[in-house]
């Protein structure tokens, strides 16, 4: 029972047999025994990089590589403390980039399994959503447009089903496919009665029993081809990753010419000259750099995880935190999408439905009274085409019902129950012959029905519009035909979207039993309309919330829906987008040229009766405008505009399978809210980015220069070269890395979107890397002097010096916490656990380098007496103080603080 037969030349009764499978599906049981014999339908993992490898990716870089070089000719000149300390700072660099990564990967995988496929099976005769990897052979798969094949099958429907093999067969036309068996010799993309595992349904609705799963399939064996290696990088940290390049170079260029200076000019010892020169480069290499922007990018990933934000290309979350229009879905990301009927318009008469959610009972009345549903025959007819026209199922578990399947169909399947309808003796008694599936474009759906008794109808349901214009007649009171009127029909219908409904039409055609196919030309002109159907679907409170942060924030939100003008605008003003007054609809977007809706785009944030196509379009038109623009979708023919706009975004729970594999962010919940917690969390990513490196390059500019001073001047080094080796490891490894936890700044969604092009190291960052370089360079050679003037010993003069760095660094972090706003408060003070941890670590570190007798002679220290130390944290408060006083004036003059 497996790969071993020509699944394509088998008839699809042949199939069913081999397989000792049923169009019904397995039982539950049957599924779970062959789940222990066949295993689950997953691929095997790709092989994993051994430890050994992974630790040693992170000594590839060139900064380390500047570093090893530096212990290997310290190490020739026997300077064996100043090699240890160099190894360390590249092995302790090493063990956190690998445990950070480590946590990081974990982190990834965990959201990729929040991504896993699920498919739609039949087990004991009933439609069931089931974890793909819990497909067994024999299951019966369904499938519709947008969906990832998830098995190897022998299509047994096929409506439509067009599907696109590319990662197969290199075919990026879709191919069309049947039921019937092909020749034994068809090669893969001709053997068009399978569908293969991992290709994508563009078009139709089908069905097939799956005939090989996990590693047996067509896919699995060619499985090399899944090994992706996804790496934790992103524009802007490449962009580091380049400068930091540069800057290593720059460093080299600098210590050979400080070394040839020194050298030449004022004849220092080779040895000590050189130990010098690499002590400035250390502390000039932002070694701890590339690592540490990683870990801030996987913390920003976790956290929007956190907020059901699962990010699925990384570059993403920069763009997230420059979104300046988030153009939205109505039903599901704006709205609850949990339909319930609440209003039918037929016979004249208004019906009100009694919300009772998914349960197919409840009462319906007119005029507040209720009626008696057997006395209204046209409403069973409208029962019977509610529960035929669909795809789902109710189910009840005492008084909670649930609905397998899409949320509006579920609705109508619970008012079929309401007029006296069954859905499964329906179903059961009017065969479907054959389908035409909704499709966004066309906004209906239509079934074909025989009976046993030599009957046959069509059952149809849509955009009210869209059906009427199919029709010829409507049903009259008494059962008979009435002439159609249009213009009351249309009336009634936007006087329901008006309260903010969807509405729906649906229609119905008997047709000659001999009638098998359903094309879309037998329905133009001959329909009979039944009635309308009037949908509640009540918005989102934390969307109401969501839209108004995005006002504050200076991002513009539009809502781009499929639904009628009329209700679209309703949602929208309770919702509370601005402009909900204005609706643009798809068939006016038609008439605009390029130029008029360039225009009216920005002018307009509600868009109604729109396809997928429209969004590509809208997308286009506002990226004319230089605005970042972030798109959600569900459908597969969303793709285009998905993959078109900065940040594509699609539904985790309703949206299809291609539309999550277009899209760089998925929403675990559909809801509107989590795509602006992840713009949150985009900016303060970019922020805390921005935060590391503004603390990390004047730290190294200011360590550097206080080396390169001492050398062209030719005095005595303030700070030795083992020092410098030490403050950079120390402070390296925990004071950079706290910043990458740093939590969202109060104002962070009181400011308008970053714009895209903003370079990374503007005019301000430049300023700050100076005036901090200046400052650090004041502090040390003033304590410096000051302990020569005591007549302290060096050894103490020097110990001075390297606390005095450490410290001002430490009030350099603090300031740099806050970007935006001001630093003296008392939620800045406070800071944060991964700050207090990070501080802690360091003056203990330093706190032993200074007082304990090993650590003492290892680097040349001496104990430094009370008040010596008090005088040193008071150069890291004055440093403190002259910066924030500077950001304040910079905030009052240019209204902006950060960098
Ligand atoms: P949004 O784009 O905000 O999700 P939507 O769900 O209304 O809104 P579509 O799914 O494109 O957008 O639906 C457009 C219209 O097509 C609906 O307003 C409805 O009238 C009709 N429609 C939707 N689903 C079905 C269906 N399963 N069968 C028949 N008609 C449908």
């Known amino acids: 029972m497996s790969s071993q037969h020509n699944w394509h030349e088998l008839s699809q009764e042949k199939a069913l047999s081999v397989l000792e499978a049923a169009p019904t599906g397995l039982s539950a049981n049957e599924a779970l025994a062959r789940l222990d014999m066949h295993g689950p339908n997953r691929l095997p993992p790709p092989p994993k990089r051994s430890l050994l490898r992974r630790f040693l990716i992170h000594f590839h870089n060139i900064l380390i590589y500047v570093l090893l070089g530096a212990a290997l000719i310290t190490g020739l000149l026997a300077h064996w403390v100043d090699m240890s300390v160099i190894l360390a700072v590249v092995i302790v660099n090493a063990i956190i980039g690998l445990l950070q990564e480590g946590k990081a990967e974990k982190a990834m995988d965990a959201i990729r399994q929040m991504l896993a496929p699920r498919a739609a099976v039949l087990r004991d005769g009933q439609r069931h959503t089931v974890a793909g990897e819990q497909l067994v052979p024999g299951d019966i798969v369904l499938l519709e447009a947008g969906d990832k094949v998830p098995a190897d099958l022998r299509l047994l429907k096929a409506h439509g089903l067009h599907i696109q093999e590319a990662i197969l067969t290199g075919e990026s036309v879709a191919v069309e496919k049947q039921t019937r068996p092909v020749a034994s010799a068809a090669a893969l993309g001709d053997r068009t009665c399978l569908a293969f595992s991992g290709t994508t349904v563009t078009s139709g609705q089908g069905s097939g029993v799956v005939v090989a799963t996990g590693a047996v399939t067509e896919i699995g064996r060619i499985s090399g081809l899944l090994a992706e290696v996804k790496t934790l990088t992103t524009p802007l940290v490449e962009q580091m990753a380049v400068f930091a390049r540069w800057l290593t170079l720059f460093i080299l260029a600098i210590a050979v010419l400080i070394f040839a200076y020194g050298y030449l000019v004022q004849h220092h010892d080779v040895t000590e000259l050189f130990m010098a020169v690499v002590g400035l480069s250390v502390a000039a290499i932002p070694e701890g750099l590339p690592a540490v922007l990683t870990i801030t990018q996987a913390v920003g990933v976790q956290a929007m995880a956190r907020r059901n934000a699962i990010v699925r290309r990384l570059p993403a979350i920069e763009t997230l935190g420059a979104v300046s229009v988030i153009c939205t879905d109505k039903t599901g990301t704006l709205t609850r999408n949990e339909m319930s009927v609440v209003s039918v318009v037929m016979d004249g008469q208004c019906y009100t439905i009694e919300d009772t959610g998914y349960e197919p009972r409840g009462e319906i009345k007119v005029s507040g009274r209720a009626i008696s549903v057997p006395e209204h025959p046209s409403l069973t007819e409208l029962g019977r085409v509610a529960a035929l026209c669909n795809d789902t199922e109710l189910k009840g578990h005492q008084d909670t019902w ?408 430490i009030f350099h972090l603090f300031f740099i916490r806050n970007m935006y706003g001001t630093s003296v408060t008392w939620q800045a003070i406070r800071g944060t656990k991964a700050i207090w941890w990070a501080v802690l670590v360091v003056t203990a570190g330093q706190f032993a380098v200074t007082y304990l007798p090993p650590l003492q002679s290892v680097f040349a220290t001496q104990a430094i007496p009370l008040p010596d130390g008090m005088l040193i944290l008071g150069t890291g408060m004055a440093l403190f103080a002259v910066i924030e006083i500077e950001k304040q004036i910079r905030i009052r003059l240019f209204q902006s603080g950060r960098f």
């Open 402 to 809: 649930t609905v397998e399947g899409d949320p509006m169909e579920g609705a109508l399947l619970a008012l079929s129950g309401k007029a006296g309808i069954s859905g499964d003796d329906e179903r059961r008694l009017w065969t479907r012959t054959d389908v035409i599936p909704f499709d966004a474009r066309h906004k209906f759906m239509a079934t074909l029905h025989h009976d046993h008794e030599n009957h046959a109808f069509i059952a149809i349901k849509g955009a009210p519009e869209q059906i009427i214009t199919m029709c010829r007649a409507q049903r009259s009171a008494v059962g008979g035909m009435a002439p159609l009127n249009e213009g009351d029909w249309r009336q009634q219908a936007d006087k329901i979207a008006a309260e903010g409904q969807r509405v729906l039409a649906l229609a119905v055609v008997p047709v000659p039993p001999e009638h098998t196919v359903l094309e879309q030309c037998d329905l133009a002109g001959s329909l009979i309309l039944l009635g309308l159907v009037g949908f509640i679907d009540p918005p989102r409170p934390e969307a109401m919330a969501a839209v108004a942060q995005c006002q504050a924030a200076g991002i513009r939100v539009k809502m781009i829906t499929g639904d009628h003008a009329a209700t679209a605008m309703a949602i929208a003003g309770q919702i509370g987008l601005q402009n909900c007054a204005s609706v643009l609809t798809g068939a006016e977007l038609d008439q605009l040229d390029d130029a008029a809706l360039g225009e009216a785009v920005m002018n307009t944030d509600v868009f109604a009766r729109t396809s997928p196509e429209h969004k590509l379009r809208l997308v286009m038109a506002m990226q004319a405008h230089g605005v970042t623009v972030a798109m959600t979708g569900d459908g597969v023919n969303d793709t285009p505009a998905l993959k078109r706009a900065e940040v594509g975004i699609a539904m985790g729970m309703k949206g299809s399978e291609a539309a999550k594999e277009a899209a760089e962010l998925v929403l675990a919940d559909d809801n509107f809210a989590s795509i602006v917690a992840a713009v949150r969390e985009g900016r303060t990513v970019y922020d805390n980015i921005k935060k590391v490196i503004s603390w990390t390059l004047p730290t190294n500019a200011g360590e550097a220069s206080t080396i390169m001073v001492a050398l062209m001047l030719g005095m005595a080094l303030p700070i030795t070269p083992i020092q410098i080796l030490w403050v950079n490891m120390i402070t390296a490894v925990s004071l950079g890395i706290a910043l990458a936890f740093e939590p969202t700044e109060e104002n962070t969604m009181h400011r308008p979107p970053r714009p895209r092009d903003q370079p990374l190291l503007t005019g301000t960052l430049v300023w700050h890397i100076v005036l901090v370089a200046a400052l650090f360079l004041g502090g040390v050679f003033g304590i410096y002097a000051y302990a020569l003037e005591q007549a302290y010993s060096q050894e103490l003069a020097r110990t001075m010096v390297m606390n005095t760095l450490v410290v001002m660094e």
